[in-house]
């Protein structure tokens, strides 16, 4: 702090004070009075009678400062120092603003300057300290309060004069008794029975009593009071207080009095003579009635205040920001114990001050302190929720304050906060939901569209403009350019739909093309909005979501066209099942009879008769292999098969696929290679590897040229196998090689009345490729055509014999014992054809029942060795039946074979599934039902 200048009669104003002889004095009776009296009439918490020496300010009289460690401080930082200069008296408000004291060490530490008043001490014109009072808050001085310190000033003065000029000591007294009038105090004096001995003229103005009246009284006893005027009870009283001849200071009794009872506060000091006997008090009085009704109507406001705090959910608080950062609460309402769990303050205790603190959620706690500062530097509001952690358990608690400076400096706080945990969990699952559906929308590419009817707008979010092609914001995006956007053949529904739902205040759901202007493609849109209404239910506009579903729509657009694939497939499937089931049924009278006569040897034939007869067969055969084959390609095509894939001996199958063909070789001229002998492994399935291979020899005799021959090599590379067939045909030219996979297209030659189908190597090629092998073909115009089977290699199983022949089935041995087989069949002609074919084994009966029903009571009546079901009987199907048969403990062991003009690999798959032991398909082949028979009724 800078120090004041020195006064231009420095000098001279040292020599007075020296010449005083005040100096380092003893304490004085009158000066400390005055000091008192100073506080006391000023209301300050300290007053003192200061001299100011050439280096120091030295105290004779300090009221109020009790810790004061010494009676004297450095000149330099003294406030009276500035009070010599000043004409009158030397005021400063507010240290903490003043520059010249903010930084001095009684403002920043104890005792706390802020208010400071300061009345020079002059003599014989020369000033030589000042009677100064301080207090503790911010202040200013009323004129009556200036006045009095100033005539106190005026006494301490001439009671210094005195040190130079002895003046008489009733000058003394006589300004005493000003100071008193002024004041509007009273003083009084007592003996040692505190009887009055003297009262000042004061007294009257107040209690309306006549001083001379008082004397010789005796101090009326009354209960001690508080600053609410309430006793404070344990018996203490003014007597028992006063009998301690002790000083007293702001003893607060009633006294009763013409004019009612007031509430006087009483200061006085004991008197003791030279042999230090007590010998009474000198003391003053002041009426503080008003001021203690006024402490009442306080108290009573807080009382209401706590009151009506107590029905808040919450806690009004104050709080006290201090210029150092720390922190005091001057009000809680009760309700903190619930919130926080501390008690509220009391007695002006500042409470627990680091409570809240101590709870706070690690993640909060950095940065609540600072925001609270920042805004007090600002004086603005401040709002927060943050967490605290209260007996293990997180709470949310919002804060909201408005500040003002405090009087002593910093920031006060009044604000309120409630427990807002249930509001916070709502809030945070919303918004978990919020960002859940925002994702969700994202990622299934939904926004949010709405219709300003009355302006005819449409505003779109960034999602809906992304789905639109348009960018995003579109400040002026009207409805007709969103319907002329939509694809022509789509916006007249579209506009219907909007219309209507307008109209009737509904729903539009709607799904549109539109041309994206980002893009050259056609996007389909899906929206679905609702009508939003406003006073008297009149429709403004529309909100809702848009979602793009081009993709969707393109696979719904491929299911649909996949099922109608689909069901096309399966009507094409149910009617060849159909169509082979029907002709099969007279195929099996025409082939069944016709192989019967060609082998009696009862009645045979004459040789016109027997080459007619064979036409029959062939044309029968011819059509046979045709329904074969259709039936096969059309499984395939489905894939209704199953392939077993296991090691097959390439060399085995080909000698049986030899002996099987040799017949056909025979008639067309042909000669067969020997074929392979040495085995040769692949992993495929033997069954569909028969019928390749059968498909190309046959097709390498019948293509074949008069005396041609067909050759067959069997070799190994890498991981898989061939096998080659090559015959001396014509040959293909690359135009035939490119059409020889197509289904029915037989390279012309049904022209030269060579027997097939045109779907032998379709199913071959599919064939193959379901064994991950393939078929490939060689071939020149004129050098013939070399067909080979490509399989991946396998190897030979362990602990099994394989032979290069295939063992011939003995179908000429028939059982010894007598066999019953009872054949379960409604159509007559195939009933007669069957009866026909046992005609050739006597030794086989044949029983016959027509429907399901009948077969069932049979079984049950005799003890069959063989079942033969058609599976299409009047009453029920053969799956019903052999159901029923497996379920009766009667017939549950019964072999049960299915006869069916149904040939179908899905059936035949359900019928053994269902408990069949075989099943045989018409027409029959007479040779192979005898052999199958014989088969069965061996085992």
């Known amino acids: 702090m800078p120090p004041a200048p020195l006064p231009a009669d420095e000098s001279h104003r040292l020599a007075t004070l020296h010449a005083a002889g005040i100096l380092d004095t003893a304490p004085e009776e009158s000066f400390n ?59 400063v408000p507010d240290a903490t603003r003043d520059p010249r004291f903010a930084n001095n060490p009684f403002v920043t530490g104890m005792p706390h300057v802020r208010a400071y008043a300061g009345e020079p001490l002059r003599v014989d014109g020369a000033t030589l300290g000042a009677l100064c009072v301080i207090d503790t808050r911010p202040r200013s001085f009323t004129a009556e309060q200036r006045d009095s310190l100033r005539r106190l000033a005026q006494v301490a003065s001439e009671l210094l004069s005195t040190r130079l000029r002895q003046p008489p000591a009733e000058d003394e007294r006589t300004r005493l008794l000003d100071f008193a009038r002024a004041s509007g105090d009273w003083m009084w004096e007592t003996d040692a029975q505190l009887r009055y001995t003297w009262v000042s003229s004061t ?57 009612g009872t007031l509430q006087v506060s009483r200061s006085a000091v004991p008197v003791f003579d030279a042999q230090g006997r007590f010998c009474g008090y000198r003391g003053t009085a002041r009426d503080v009635s008003a001021h203690i009704a006024a402490e009442r109507r306080t108290h009573a406001q807080a009382e209401l205040l706590r009151k009506l705090s107590s029905q808040i959910p919450g806690v009004i608080f104050q709080l006290w920001l201090q210029p150092d950062g720390s922190t005091s609460y001057t009000y809680a309402s009760d309700a903190s114990r619930e919130l926080f769990g501390v008690e509220p303050p009391r007695n002006d205790d500042g409470g627990d001050k680091g409570s809240v603190c101590r709870m706070l959620h690690p993640d909060d706690a950095p940065s609540l302190m600072p925001s609270l500062v920042a805004a007090s530097r600002t004086l603005t509001p401040w709002q927060r929720e943050f967490r605290i952690v209260r007996d293990g358990v997180v709470r949310w608690i919002e804060t909201r304050t408005v500040p003002e400076r405090h009087p002593a400096g910093g920031t006060l706080w009044h604000g309120f906060s409630s427990d807002v945990t249930a509001r916070k969990e709502i809030e945070l699952a919303l918004r978990s939901s919020e960002e859940r559906w925002s994702l969700a929308a994202e990622a299934a590419g939904i926004g949010i569209a709405e219709l300003d009817l009355e302006r005819g707008l449409m505003n779109f979010d960034a999602r809906a403009c992304a789905n639109h092609g348009l960018k995003f914001p579109q400040s002026h995006y009207a409805l007709t350019d969103w319907v002329a956007a939509i694809h022509p053949d789509d916006r007249y529904g579209v506009q219907a739909r909007l219309e209507q739902a307008l109209a009737t205040g509904g729903m539009l759901e709607a799904r549109y093309r539109l041309q994206r202007p980002d893009s050259s493609e056609v996007a389909t849109l899906e929206i679905f909005a609702r009508c939003t209404l406003g006073s008297g239910q009149r429709v403004t506009g529309m909100v809702g979501t848009c979602r793009d579903v081009t993709q969707q729509a393109a696979h719904e657009q491929l299911r649909s066209d996949k099922e109608a694939a689909e069901r096309a497939s399966r009507a094409k499937s149910e009617f060849l099942s159909r169509v082979s089931h029907e002709l099969r049924t007279p195929l099996n009278g025409i082939l069944g009879f016709a192989q019967l006569m060609a082998i009696d040897r009862v009645h045979p034939l004459a040789a016109d008769q027997a080459r007619r007869l064979d036409s029959v067969l062939r044309a029968g055969r011819h059509l046979l292999e045709l329904i074969n084959d259709m039936l096969n390609l059309a499984r395939i095509e489905q894939e209704d098969f199953s392939l077993q894939r296991s090691p097959v001996n390439l060399a085995a199958t080909l000698q049986t696929c030899f002996s099987l063909i040799q017949p056909l070789a025979d008639s067309a001229g042909v000669r067969l290679a020997a074929p392979p002998k040495r085995a040769h492994w692949a992993q495929a399935d033997a069954r569909a590897v028969e019928q390749v291979l059968l498909n190309l ?43 020889l996979f197509q ?171 269902a408990g069949f032991d075989g099943y045989w398909t018409k027409p029959i082949n007479v040779a192979h039902i005898l052999d199958g028979l014989g088969q069965a009724l061996a085992s």
């Open 33 to 91: 009075t005055i000091a008192q009296c100073a506080a006391q009439l000023t209301g300050c918490a300290i007053a003192a009678v200061s001299l100011v020496d050439a280096d120091r300010e030295w105290f004779k009289a300090v009221y109020g400062w009790d810790d004061l460690p010494v009676r004297e401080i450095p000149r330099a930082i003294s406030f009276c120092n500035h009070a010599l200069l000043a004409d009158g008296m030397f005021e």
């Open 203 to 259: 007294f009257e103005a107040v209690t309306g009593l006549p001083p001379a009246d008082m004397r010789g009284e005796v101090l009326a006893d009354s209960p001690l009071l508080d600053n609410l005027g309430t006793p404070l009870g344990g018996g203490r009283s003014l007597h028992v207080l006063l009998q301690r001849h002790q000083p007293i200071t702001r003893v607060i009794t009633d006294k009763l009095t013409p004019r």
């Open 697 to 739: 020899l046959s097709n390498a005799i019948k293509y074949n040229r008069p005396a041609g021959s067909v050759r067959v090599v069997l070799s190994r590379s890498g991981e898989h196998v061939q096998v080659a067939v090559s015959d001396d045909g014509e040959g293909l030219s690359e135009a035939q090689q490119s059409r």
């Open 743 to 913: 289904p029915f297209n037989r390279l012309g030659a049904e022209q030269r009345r060579v027997e097939g189908t045109g779907l032998g190597l379709v199913i071959a090629r599919e064939l193959a490729a379901s064994m991950q092998g393939e078929l490939q073909v060689h071939s020149e115009p004129g050098h013939g055509s070399t067909f080979t089977l490509r399989l991946p290699a396998g190897v030979a199983p362990s602990g099994r014999r394989h032979t290069d022949q295939v063992e011939a089935a003995d179908v000429s041995q028939s059982p010894a014992a007598q066999r019953q087989v009872l054949y379960i069949e409604d159509e007559p002609l195939n009933v007669l054809l069957m009866q026909e074919v046992f005609k050739a084994r006597p030794q086989w009966a044949l029983q016959v029942a027509t429907d399901g029903g009948s077969g069932l009571d049979a079984a049950r009546a005799q003890r069959y060795d063989l079942l033969l079901i058609d599976m299409n009987l009047p009453d029920m199907n053969g799956l019903e039946l052999i159901r029923t048969l497996r379920a009766d403990p009667r017939t549950s062991g019964l072999q049960c074979i299915a006869l069916s003009a149904d040939a179908m690999q899905s059936q035949i798959d359900a019928a053994l599934a």
